[in-house]
């Protein structure tokens, strides 16, 4: 009686309904394939940059721009963690890693740091980020990747996009909190000696909420890191797969790790999804996976009959078929 009532006084939502048909309408009328591709190409030239010099002169490089900012203990360890990351192997991956945080730091700070004083200055304007402020900083990193996955696919546009959405909020707060907490009675002794309202944001206001900006900059900084990493761990950047890789899991075998690990790149992980060599980002490998998504199309590990549980030796074999691959 009570499952009947349910049914019939709770209407069903066709929430994934809705959600594919929005899929489908942002895919097939913004040209997101051109903008991940104009993203991944400066992403690309940044890296490019990096990866110039020698080894050894971006280490003395880093390492100079670490004392004068810091001293000598943060330039000694600058130069040994830069030369460990050489001994493993992973100076460019380390390098991509390096442009997208700097780059989506800068990106954050950029649109942060602006809307902050917006904010501070405007009370419609606060009362309308707050809330966004508020769930934005609430929400676990995979929610971000989840629907950039989906529109742009995996690679280092998503991971940078995501990266600016999850580090900007404590830019835009820090900033309008240090704005706020400026004593009225100085704005005002500004204002009294003749100076324009620019003339005292810039002059007064600014330099002295500058502390509290400076937080907002290295909370940013902190949280750009932290989400590259996450995209790492979940594919979306290409750079994350190779350092994962070297990690030695003693309870598995090579090949389920290298299959799990590589998933984001255009290697063995590729055969799971049999995505073809145009990528994930490719438009007709999004069709396939929306057609195989809806029962259209179907493949050994995507039947529409009765869930098959691999066995740990299928698993083996398959992941041992894709390596070879």
């Given amino acids: 009686m009570l499952a009947f009532l349910q049914a019939e006084l709770i209407p069903e939502i066709p929430l994934s309904d809705w959600a594919n048909s929005a899929e489908e309408y942002v895919t097939d009328r913004l040209d997101l394939d051109s903008t991940a591709d104009a993203l991944d190409a400066f992403v690309d030239l940044l890296a490019s940059a990096l990866l110039a010099p020698p080894e050894l002169l971006m280490v003395a490089i880093l390492a100079a721009i670490a004392f004068f900012l810091s001293g000598w203990r943060v330039a000694l360890l600058t130069v040994l963690g830069l030369l460990f990351i050489i001994s493993l192997g992973l100076w460019e991956a380390s390098m991509e890693t390096l442009t997208l945080v700097v780059v989506a ?23 309308a980020v707050r809330p ?35 580090a900007m ?40 909420s500058l502390r509290s900006i400076m937080a907002g900059v290295n909370q940013v900084i902190m949280l750009s890191l932290s989400m590259v990493v996450v995209a790492a761990l979940a594919g979306a950047l290409q750079g994350g797969a190779p350092a994962l890789a070297q990690v030695d899991h003693g309870g598995g075998k090579p090949g389920n790790h290298a299959l799990a690990l590589d998933g984001g790149r255009g290697g063995p992980g ?15 490998a999004r069709r396939r996976d929306r057609l195989r998504r809806r029962g ?16 740990r030796e299928e698993e083996d074999d398959h992941g041992q078929e894709c390596r070879l691959r």
């Avoid at 590729?270 to 007709?284: D, E, I, N, S, V």
Wanted: hydrophobic share 50%; charged share 15%.
């Fill in 105 to 127: 730091a800068l990106v954050s700070l950029a649109i942060g740091i602006p809307l902050g004083i917006i904010a501070a200055k405007s009370g419609r304007v606060e009362t």
């Fill in 296 to 311: 259209g199309h179907s493949d050994h590990r995507h039947h529409t009959g009765p869930r098959h549980a691999w066995s």
């Fill in 270 to 284: 590729r055969c799971r999804g049999a995505r073809g060599a145009g990528g994930l980002r490719a438009q007709p």
């Fill in 132 to 166: 966004i402020l508020d769930v934005a900083q609430t929400m676990p990193a995979f929610v971000y990747l989840v629907p950039l996955v989906v529109l742009l696919s995996i690679g280092n546009p998503t991971a940078l996009i995501a990266t600016v959405v999850f």
């Fill in 169 to 208: 909020p404590p830019a835009v707060r820090l900033t309008m909190l240090g704005i706020q907490q400026v004593p009225r009675d100085t704005v005002e002794a500004a204002y009294a000696f003749g100076a324009t309202p620019w003339q005292a944001l810039f002059k007064v206001e600014l330099p002295l």
